[in-house]
């Protein structure tokens, strides 16, 4: 079973960024596709952000395009999702989540993911 650990969650003002990063402990990230997630207070866990495995293809929520970024650092072993210009509305638990071996497209729907973090938090005041 995959660890995935997040880290770099925080309290920023609106329009300040954060970084997020997510490592895993077996094989390396470059083997895997994976996703951003977010779950705000009394609501679902919705995707944000996701990296194919197998060209490096992104895809993103529309409510993050042009504002997040998420990139794969193979020598670092470690996945990042850049959030810029914050809104209150971003805050959330945010969580990395790995899809099986084998699955190397983008999946927008949790259930398809198998391995996920603890979740970091990132709280945007206004």
């Known amino acids: 079973q995959v660890q995935v650990v997040e880290s770099g969650g925080g309290s920023v003002q609106t329009g300040g960024s954060l970084r997020l990063s997510c490592t895993i402990s077996?094989?390396?990230?470059?083997?895997?596709?994976m996703g951003w997630f977010r779950q705000p207070p009394g609501k679902e866990r919705e995707f944000v952000a996701g990296?194919?495995?197998?060209?490096?293809?992104?895809d993103y929520a529309d409510s993050v395009k042009d504002r997040f970024t998420i990139s794969r650092d193979d020598a670092q072993n470690t996945v990042y999702l850049q959030m810029n210009s914050l809104k209150p509305e971003d805050t959330a638990v945010y969580y990395c989540?790995?899809?099986?071996?084998?699955?190397?497209?983008?999946?927008?729907?949790?259930?398809?993911?198998?391995?996920w973090g603890q979740g970091t938090q990132v709280t945007v005041s206004s």
């Open positions: 077996q094989r390396t990230v470059s083997g895997y596709t």
């Open positions: 989540a790995v899809r099986p071996l084998g699955y190397p497209g983008i999946a927008t729907r949790p259930n398809y993911y198998n391995a």
């Open positions: 990296i194919s495995r197998r060209d490096s293809t992104t």
